[in-house]
């Protein structure tokens, strides 16, 4: 197997790494705004389930949890989830919860001062959150977001422990194979290819949000 035929086979795995970010930051973002602004409503109930629901995402490992979804969901109630199925709903919850924290303290950064002069202008809770208190929050959740979306690359990695076949597991397979390192370098390339690429996204994006400065 000679180099170009090793890196093809490793980039091969990048399109499941890929797509797994993709969906993660995709569902996650939006469940943890969501789930954000549900912590900070005066619904006690509500604000209890979802410190559950995060105390129990942030307080596990990740690799612990994608091995519940994929074995131990089937054990316990014979719903049996697809490798790759089991991957998308881990990554989506565990991500949301971290997203969670960063939102709710983006948006509780913001003055008390803003949500008083929205309501003597007249304007609902909605209203407030839509024009003034979110489009603020943003340019302050944007740098721990971007360190979020740099760590999920990585965390991608950890789909090869229930043989998905992505990049981490393809480099491990040529390795095997040719008994060389060859494979681990150009799966350590392709990350850092990656990152790069994330990094200098959020970078920009947060030089457009930088209205303030």
Excluded: H
């Amino acid at each position: 197997m000679d180099l170009w035929n090793i890196s093809l086979f490793i980039l091969e795995g990048a399109k499941i790494s890929v797509k797994i970010y993709a969906v993660t930051l995709l569902f996650s973002i939006p469940l943890g705004m969501l789930c954000a602004i549900g912590k900070l409503t005066p619904l006690k109930p509500l604000q209890w389930l979802l410190e559950l629901y995060t105390w129990i995402f942030r307080g596990t490992p990740l690799l612990l949890q994608l091995f519940f979804s994929y074995y131990g969901l089937q054990i316990l109630t014979g719903i049996e989830l697809s490798k790759e199925m089991a991957a998308y709903i881990t990554f989506v919850l565990n991500y949301a919860a971290y997203f969670t924290e960063i939102f709710r303290a983006g948006i509780q950064s913001i003055d008390k001062g803003q949500y008083e002069a929205a309501k003597a202008l007249g304007m609902s809770y909605r209203q407030t959150m839509k024009r003034i208190v979110i489009p603020q929050a943003v340019k302050v959740i944007l740098p721990p977001t971007g360190n979020e979306a740099v760590t999920l690359i990585k965390d991608t990695a950890l789909v090869s422990a229930i043989a998905l076949a992505d990049i981490l597991r393809n480099a491990k397979s040529v390795v095997s194979r040719t008994a060389s390192v060859e494979g681990y370098f150009i799966a350590a390339i392709l990350y850092l290819i990656m990152t790069f690429v994330i990094i200098n996204i959020f970078k920009y994006i947060e030089k457009r949000f930088a209205y303030y400065n």
